[in-house]
Structure formats: C-alpha cells, structure tokens
Nanobody, 121 residues
Framework: QVQLVESGGGLVQAGGSLRLSCLTS????????MGWFRQAPGKEREFVSA????????YYVDSVKGRFTISRDNAKNTVDLQMNSLKPEDTAVYFC??????????????WGQGTQVTVSS
C-alpha cells in the first residue's frame, strides 16, 4: 500500500509564504501523478495542483497560478507545494494524494490526513 504524510501547515499572515511537504512511502512506483487538494470549512474538496511523477508536468487551478509551485524529489520521495502571496481564501486543510491508472482511468486513490493552513487578514 501507499502512505502519504503531509507537513508544513500553519498560521501565516496574508502575503506570507508556507511550504507544504508530502512524504510518500510504500508502492510509490505505482504512482503516475501526485496532487494537492484543499478543503475549506463548509466547502467541497478542490484540486489545487499536481505533478506527474516521471516527466514533471505540472497542473494548477487558476486561483493559485503564479503564486504556488509544485515540485517533487524522487530521491527523497517527497512532493512539495511552495505557497507564496497567500490570501485568506487559501485557508483550508490541504491534502496530498496519489493517482494511478485503474482500468484505464487516472484516479486519486491514496490520501494523506491533511495539514491545516490558516491565512489571517
């Protein structure tokens, strides 16, 4: 199986920065893509960013483009999310997830426990 453990969340003022890290272990060779999602109170979980494990192609939701950067370190089995120019609306629990192809469809089927990010105005 796969284990994902997030770290790096915390409280920061608007305009500040945080760096989230996701440590992966287990059957990491089965990953095709790693993603970050977030869920704010009373809202559904939403996609934030993703990176392909092999070719490093990256994907971002429009609201974080130019502010967040996703990266991965294959040697350390980590996926990081550098978050700059944070806004109060970025406040959420951030989750790391791993996607694999299952019956031809790419599906996020492994999730971490989440780390809280709070941005004060």
């Amino acid at each position: 199986q796969v284990q994902l453990v997030e770290s790096g969340g915390g409280l920061v003022q608007a305009g500040g920065s945080l760096r989230l890290s996701c440590l992966t272990s287990g059957r990491t060779f089965s990953f095709y893509r790693m993603g970050w999602f977030r869920q704010a109170p009373g809202k559904e979980r939403e996609f934030v960013s993703a990176i392909n494990w092999m070719d490093s192609s990256t994907y971002y939701v429009d609201s974080v483009k130019g502010r967040f950067t996703i990266s991965r370190d294959n040697a350390k089995n980590t996926v990081d999310l550098q978050m700059n120019s944070l806004k109060p609306e970025d406040t959420a629990v951030y989750f790391c997830a791993a996607a694999r192809f299952t019956y031809g469809a790419l599906k996020y089927d492994s999730w971490g426990q989440g780390t809280q990010v709070t941005v004060s105005s």
